[in-house]
């Protein structure tokens, strides 16, 4: 099995040994055992980067025969370092299948160098649409009603007055407005177009939604 894949976890085992998370394009997110060759350059198999591999099923994991290097996403900086762990930690704890949609969208929000507090919440609604966990912000998720002014982690969505209870995030239908835009759009086209302080309580509300529907 040849596919391309995006390393979002290395662990040394021992001398030249390493067990990677990947999320590859054909057979999802897996585990794989690599032994890195005497003065193989070892950057395809490091975290975040793009690498083509050649897989070979072992058990329930899969060794690496050949990989080639495609793209290597070693951050430049402490921002970019915490920007990457954060777009990958989500993705270590799902159970993920393959997808050529998802893979790009991992791969482009990879590349990203800046403006990373809105990057991340546009990463997460695409990944939560693309999944089919996206929540229900356009009307009340319990009862229908479309003024809404709260988000309830719990029941998947925006709330109304009457069914808000104690512990839901505050929300707004111009918060709603505002997230459907994130998750419709390329970041390109919202760079420095977006309203820094609703960025807040949208990360807040997507972070505990995906949290409560994947742990």
Known sequence: METRGIVLKAQRL????????????????????VKVRRGEFPVKYEPFSITRFKLVQKGDRFEVKEAKL??????????????????????????LPGSKKLFGLVESYLKIKEEFELAYPMFLSKLLFIEGLFPEVRRCVSCGRRKVVAFSVKRGGAVCSRCREEGDYKWSRELSRELIRLTKKPFEEVKGDYRRELLTPITRALSGHLRDRVD
Do not use: C, D, H
Request: avoid cysteine; charged fraction near 25%; proline fraction near 4%.
């Open 14 to 33: 021992g001398e030249g040994l390493r067990a990677l998370s990947l999320y590859t394009e054909l057979l999802g997110r897996v585990g794989v055992i």
């Open 70 to 95: 495609i793209e290597e996403n070693f951050p430049a900086n402490q921002a970019e370092l915490l920007y990457r762990a954060r777009l990958v930690k989500p993705l270590l704890k799902m159970e």
